[in-house]
């Protein structure tokens, strides 16, 4: 088992995404290699390549190649993006995958990279909505020994401590 790979799953804008940040702004505090992608929400849904620093546009416009997925068009070849900074990435401390979803259940989406990312020895923290977890699961069985952070109303602060502990005793700081 590895004890410091998280699943932080939760419902709908549970605070998934705002506890991986948390986790990220505290990991760059102890300066541990982190890579990866972080999905972020205001008024649009963005990808935050870890790595680079920067954020990309998650949904596609009108003229762009796109993946369809329920309301959204995840936009491809900023996906393609992503997967090549998750690929450069795999011997990075931790590897962040937000959000794995119907997409990856149905061979797309992440679903490239990630069952390299499940057999790496370092840490990782991926977010599955709640309402997924068993086809994840399903799908993915060696991610069950990975310790299961629930996530509720935006109640952060409990599941951080939890990450942070762990990650510090790891790291033995």
Known sequence: MNDYSFIITGSIEAGKSTLCWEVLKYLN??????SGVITLQNEKKWFYIITEKVKIP?????TDTFIPIGQFRIHKNNLTRVLNS?????DSKFIFLDEIGPL????????????????RKQGNILV???????????????AKAYT????KNHEIS??????????NQHFKT
């Open 29 to 34: 505090q102890k300066q541990v290699l982190s």
């Open 58 to 62: 998650f949904e596609a416009q009108e």
């Open 86 to 90: 998750i690929h450069a990435g795999l």
């Open 104 to 119: 990856e259940l149905q061979g797309s989406g992440y679903y490239p990279i990630l069952n390299a990312v499940l057999k």
């Open 128 to 142: 599955v909505r709640e309402s997924l977890l068993n086809d994840f699961f399903s799908q993915y069985p060696q």
């Open 148 to 151: 299961i952070i629930r996530v």
């Open 158 to 167: 409990s599941p951080f401590k939890i990450i942070k502990e762990q990650i």
